[in-house]
């Protein structure tokens, strides 16, 4: 269901409001071309919160409603949406709270795979996308604290977190369901991955280690890429992914680390001390070796656009 009857009116006799009702009194309606299971979509239609319960999701719901138009399949139907935030000890080591800024994502659950949206703090959608078929879950689990993590078939691990008390609750019972459901269906479609990275323009499948879509021509960019990019100057690799926050922060430490280089090494020469050039290398060596490869990590989580096919205009390269 895709949009619900605009003339269907709330009888106050009804115990129980229905979610069109509820939809129809604040006003809101949801994006056509889309199948949602409104019941579960919208679990909450009584008691204290259920307004801002709506609205949050609707939020998300405008916010990723081009990409679900584009990137869901005949018959498929959105169970639930929600915003989280994937979790990474080696970012928090090296990062700490800054590692939130760079994973926040869109879960969206269907009745056929978990959808991925990578995202700013608000839930408007960046250019990653990922998605992992039912199939390719040997074990989920949702913890006291509201971690959820995924064991792949393929051997990865993913833990999330961050999602509203409400959902800690609600989603791993939506995504269990889910996830029996479609095991007993049998449905094993082929992937090359099980955690598959989708084109930021045509949402078709990128296989491992791709980084053209023989879809529509774009392509992306290569971890090495980036992470030389990094190396050189610390930041750059990071603007490239669309972390500019990061980056900007990032762009003052490269700045410092080639001005200790500059002086240590007009220092040795001018002294003729090699100490003092070997230090010089070694200071740009490992800052700027850290920031590589910490952003070699980052960008092997995803597909980072490069160029966009010829029908799109061509994205800004470096």
């Known amino acids: 269901m895709s949009q619900f009857d605009q003339d269907e009116v709330f009888s106050p006799i009804d115990t129980q409001p229905t979610v069109p009702s509820r939809l129809k009194e604040l006003n809101a309606s949801l994006p056509m071309g889309v199948n949602f299971h409104l019941e579960s979509v919208f679990p909450k239609t009584t008691g204290w919160g259920w307004k801002k319960s709506f609205k949050t999701r609707l939020k998300y719901i405008e916010n990723t409603k081009e990409i679900l138009q584009d990137s869901l399949h005949e018959g498929e139907e959105v169970l639930y949406i929600s915003k989280g935030t994937r979790y990474s ?3 928090y080591y090296f990062m700490g709270l800054w590692a939130m800024m760079i994973n926040h994502t869109v879960f969206v659950l269907t009745n056929l795979r978990l959808v991925m949206i990578h995202s700013n703090s608000k839930g408007k959608p960046k250019k990653t996308l990922w998605m992992i078929y039912y199939s390719q879950i ?34 791993p019972v939506i995504f269990q369901e889910a996830l029996d459901r479609y095991r007993e269906s049998g449905f094993n479609p082929e992937t090359s991955q099980s955690l598959e990275n989708l084109c930021t323009h045509c949402k078709d499948k990128v296989p491992k280690n791709e980084h053209d879509c ?31 926050t990061i980056a900007i922060l990032e762009m003052f430490g ?8 500059v002086v240590l090494l007009i220092s ?20 700027h070796g850290i920031d590589a490869a910490i952003t070699a990590h980052i960008a092997g989580k995803g597909l980072h656009p490069k160029k966009g096919p010829s029908q799109f205009e061509t994205e800004t390269a470096v």
């Open 268 to 287: 040795g020469i001018q002294t003729s001390s090699p100490e003092d050039i070997i230090a010089a290398f070694v200071v740009v060596g490992i800052a």
């Open 138 to 171: 040997d074990k989920f689990k949702g913890t006291w604290n509201g971690m959820l993590n995924l064991k792949l078939k393929d051997g990865k691990k993913l833990s999330f977190t961050g999602f509203p008390k409400a959902d800690r609750k609600t989603m």
């Open 254 to 261: 490269g700045i410092m680390t080639w001005m200790a280089f």
């Open 89 to 91: 000890f080696l970012e």
């Open 214 to 244: 023989d879809n529509c021509g774009a392509t992306y960019w290569k971890p090495s890429e980036l992470a030389w990019r990094s190396f050189i100057f610390p930041s750059w690799g990071d603007f490239l992914m669309g972390h500019t």
